[in-house]
């Protein structure tokens, strides 16, 4: 495997696997270019040393082969003005002769996009034969696609078996985002601090479980806290609750206690009688909720809790929302956090914000470069914490 930054692409075509998987509106506009954004970079970098840039990706879920709501045509003008203004070469199909024939002709400097590779069901069954036809269309294979390492796809694992390992590499996001979970997972300083946020603790099970032999710290919000609560025997009215995940949260308790690992619940939560914009809310301790009443964003007193915890830290991993954030009334929560861990990096702890919910957070309160590092992977960040081997990662090394 080759280090991106020490390559030397002049002549050569680059065929980089991004991650342009962006939320469109109905008139195809992007609405959040994050992903995009994040492998301009690694883009200008091969285009400086006088290389040309083939990108491929996936867009959404199209399950019956090609459909206009998921062609990539719709992010060529949005590329190119990213690029400041070169031109973005487009071919409707990933394979085949035009796909062929564009990158054949491709001279340095230039950029080609191709359409979709879930429009064919090969490329996440992880096909040999599609990922080598793929392999034909560059000189050199960059994985930059943080966001689907996770899958065993024909563009992420197989197709870097078609290149000799000096021709294979990780791009600039691939390489910042490995070495941020690095850090956090093996070389965190004390004292450490998770915050696990979201809905289910049946999704955070194996990270919370992983991290316990690391971290000092653990804080959970979100709707998962409420089932921490009531198998404790707290009373939490209508909140969100797994029933079958109760023996689960008291074997987690059990676990942290064991290890000398402090798990911190919201003492206090933003109560509303339904779940809407416009319920009447109020506070109530978070194992004492009437009857009829939800918790929908954590209280002023788990605020203050939560941020003395951040405040003393020295690594920050945060994964999930504390609340409804997207409700204005139920998002004072997750902002406060967003702020306390700003001010927790100011002050030298080494930050990483993934998943997300987590980064839509930041962006929308605007403190995303107020952090050490926001992660563009969700589910592949998830696993890299849960302690599984991704196979994009795999595949390179």
Not at 108 to 119: A, D, I, K, P, T
Not at 307 to 327: A, H, Q, Y
């Amino acid at each position: 495997m080759s280090k991106f930054s020490d390559y030397n692409f002049k002549g050569q075509k680059a065929l980089i696997r991004v991650d342009f998987n962006v939320p469109l509106n109905d008139k195809f506009e992007i609405t959040d270019d994050t992903r995009i954004l994040a492998t301009i970079p690694t883009i200008k970098k091969i285009l400086g040393d006088g290389g040309s840039v083939i990108l491929m990706s996936h867009l959404g879920r199209p399950k019956e082969g090609p459909t206009d709501k998921y062609s990539l045509k719709h992010l060529v003008k949005h590329i190119s003005g990213l690029l400041g203004g070169i031109p973005v070469l487009f071919a409707d199909d990933c394979i085949g002769e035009q796909a062929y024939s564009i990158a054949g002709r491709l001279k340095s400097g230039e950029v080609l996009l191709l359409e979709n590779l879930r429009f064919y069901k090969e490329e996440e069954k992880g096909d040999k034969a599609f990922a080598e036809k793929l392999a034909k269309l560059g000189d050199v294979y960059v994985n930059d696609a943080f966001g689907t390492a996770h899958r065993a796809h024909a563009s992420t694992a197989v197709i870097a078996q078609f290149f000799p390992a000096d021709k294979r590499m990780f791009g600039l996001v691939m390489e910042r985002e490995v070495a941020s979970a690095e850090k956090i997972l093996h070389q965190s300083e004390k004292p450490f601090v998770a915050i696990i946020g979201g809905a289910k603790v049946s999704d955070k099970i194996l990270i919370i479980e992983n991290l316990l032999e690391r971290d000092t710290d653990i804080i959970i919000g979100g709707g998962m806290a409420y089932t921490f609560f009531k198998a404790q025997g707290g009373k939490i009215g209508k909140s969100l609750c797994e029933e079958d995940r109760l023996d689960t949260a008291r074997d987690l308790l059990k676990k942290a206690d064991d290890k000398g690992v402090c798990i911190h619940l919201p003492s206090d939560s933003i109560i509303a009688d339904k779940f809407a914009a416009d319920a009447n809310d109020s506070t109530a301790p978070s194992n004492a909720i009437p009857s009829g009443w939800m918790g929908l964003d954590i209280g002023p007193n788990a605020i203050e809790q939560f941020s003395n915890v951040i405040r003393k830290s020295k690594t920050i991993l945060w994964n999930g929302p504390m609340g409804v954030f997207e409700m204005e009334k139920f998002q004072h929560g997750t902002r406060a956090i967003a702020a306390a861990v700003a001010k927790s990096t100011k002050s030298g702890a080494f930050s990483l914000v993934g998943g997300g919910d987590s980064v839509a957070a930041v962006n929308q309160f605007g403190f995303a470069d107020k952090v050490s590092y926001v992660s563009t992977g969700g589910g592949a960040l998830l696993e890299y914490f849960e302690g599984k081997v991704l196979p994009g990662i795999a595949a390179i090394n």
